[in-house]
């Protein structure tokens, strides 16, 4: 599994450029700088329970050597943890579980952040590592993370990554909400984009045969008006064709409340016109249609919406419009409601969601850490049978293949990447 481990290591070392952030690593006292410049701290300081261990093999990141686990009590967390009060923060809890114990069994168990916001963990395997990330807006300027037994198995964690977020992005988040990361994808990007203020890793959708992939031509791309702040490199490429349909099978079946952000950048300086909908399940969920301009960013934020495995997002062009549709970078997540764990009862109707997004959750994120979750993205263009559809959905080795001899890079190499001719550079390609 040479690419996914290759693959994994960009994203373990996204926090380089964070503007706020604390990466502790559990399970050492020791503090220090890795491989690709994160400054982590030890966690003896912050914790008093649970024990450190030594995974068996780790051939992934500094980080993921040590880890603590919790033999006992019910919950041990991870308190105090200081933020800016009235801000957002990212928090990414990874596991590794390297067959610390020689057990060689998979623990399960729930994390909750900030007393609130529930997802479970289900590792899968010994050597992939497995993350559970959530956005939301901390109560008060501590947060806290814990870990909870829910089974016979110890509860462990590799690292925890706490990045501070400015408080104007993903402002659709009501009180008391949260986000768990779902999908986070750079549409024509190749490889892992790390290069993101904000600790957010970018998965690359790779290249399909069936899409037209566009590289921007503008020299600079604003991306003032997208209050998500979205790494510019993210709109430099995107995908471009007549009906361009995006699903995520990992999704349940039974649907989730979901948040989907979508971010849009004209790739070439013409007056020629692109104008298109956004239809989810085919019901229209923007306004007016998408324009998107040359040298800046559009984003279009569709929250509250129900989503499921099979759902649909499709865009599809007005019919003034010269030119196909176009995504460059779309993030989901499923929306947590918090739970009631430790206070007061909520709802029936918020405990019965409680009670299934663990499971989702836990699911979704070992699949993504697999690279699962974009092989099976749904891409149709100029091609509306259903047959076909089918045909194309799993083609489960291309994008594993694509990523087979990437590897981290700085970002100055990124961005050569980026910029370097191919043989796409200029042109659309041809679908047909
Ligand atoms: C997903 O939701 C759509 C729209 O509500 C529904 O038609 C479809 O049957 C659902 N899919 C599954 C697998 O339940």
Redesign the pocket.
Known sequence: MAAPALYLLFFLSIITLSLASVNIDCGTSASGIDNNNIRWVGDTDLITTGKSSTVLNNELEKSLSTLRYFPSGKSNCYSKIPLTKGGKVLIRTVFYYGNYDRKSSFPTFDVLFDGKHLGTASILSSFDPYLLEVIFSPASSETSVCFLRTSSSNPFVSSIEIVELDSGMYNELGPGEGLFYQQRIAYGATIGLRSDLHGRFWFPSGSHALYRERRSRATLIDTSGASNQPPEIVLRKSWSGDGLVLGDPTLP???VPVYLAMYFSEPIDTLSSRSFNIFL?GKQVNESPIEPVFGETIQVVVKNVVA????ELEFRSTASSFYPPLINAVELYVISTGTSVGGGGGGGFIEEKNSKLPIILGVVAAVALLLIAFVVIIIILANRHKARMKALAMPTSTVANMETGSSPQSEEQMGHNLNQPANEAGQERSTT
């Open positions: 079946s039974g649907g399940d499921n495995s099979t759902t």
